[in-house]
């Protein structure tokens, strides 16, 4: 079994920058895809961005492109999202999510068999 811990969320200015954090215990995750997904209360949660099992192929949902940046460190079984020039849409509680089943970054949401608890980020305008 594996389990995902999610830390590095909080409150930030409109601009500013914060760095989530995804900490997998149980099971190595150097197999699988990896993702961060991200939900506000009243809709769906959505995609923000994935990274394939080597680290060589990301993805990202149009409105985080060239802002977000999704990488993993495999030795320590972590992967981690760097969100730059954040905006006020950007408030959400974030969620890591790991696949044991696909290993490139394209992953229905499906294919994710583990989440964490997620985190809140919080933008101020």
């Known amino acids: 079994q594996v389990q995902l811990v999610e830390s590095g969320g909080g409150l930030v200015q409109a601009g500013g920058s914060l760095r989530l954090s995804c900490a997998a215990s149980g099971r190595t995750l150097s197999s699988g895809a990896m993702g961060w997904f991200r939900q506000v209360p009243g809709k769906e949660r959505e995609f923000v961005a994935t990274i394939s099992a080597s680290g060589g192929t990301t993805s990202y949902a149009d409105s985080v492109k060239g802002r977000f940046t999704i990488s993993r460190d495999d030795a320590k079984n972590t992967a981690y999202l760097q969100m730059n020039s954040l905006k006020p849409e950007d408030t959400a509680v974030y969620y890591c999510?790991?696949?044991?089943?696909?290993?490139?970054?394209?992953?229905?949401?499906?294919?994710?068999?583990?989440w964490g608890q997620g985190t809140q980020v919080t933008v101020s305008s």
């Open positions: 999510a790991a696949s044991s089943i696909y290993r490139s970054a394209s992953v229905p949401r499906s294919g994710y068999n583990y």
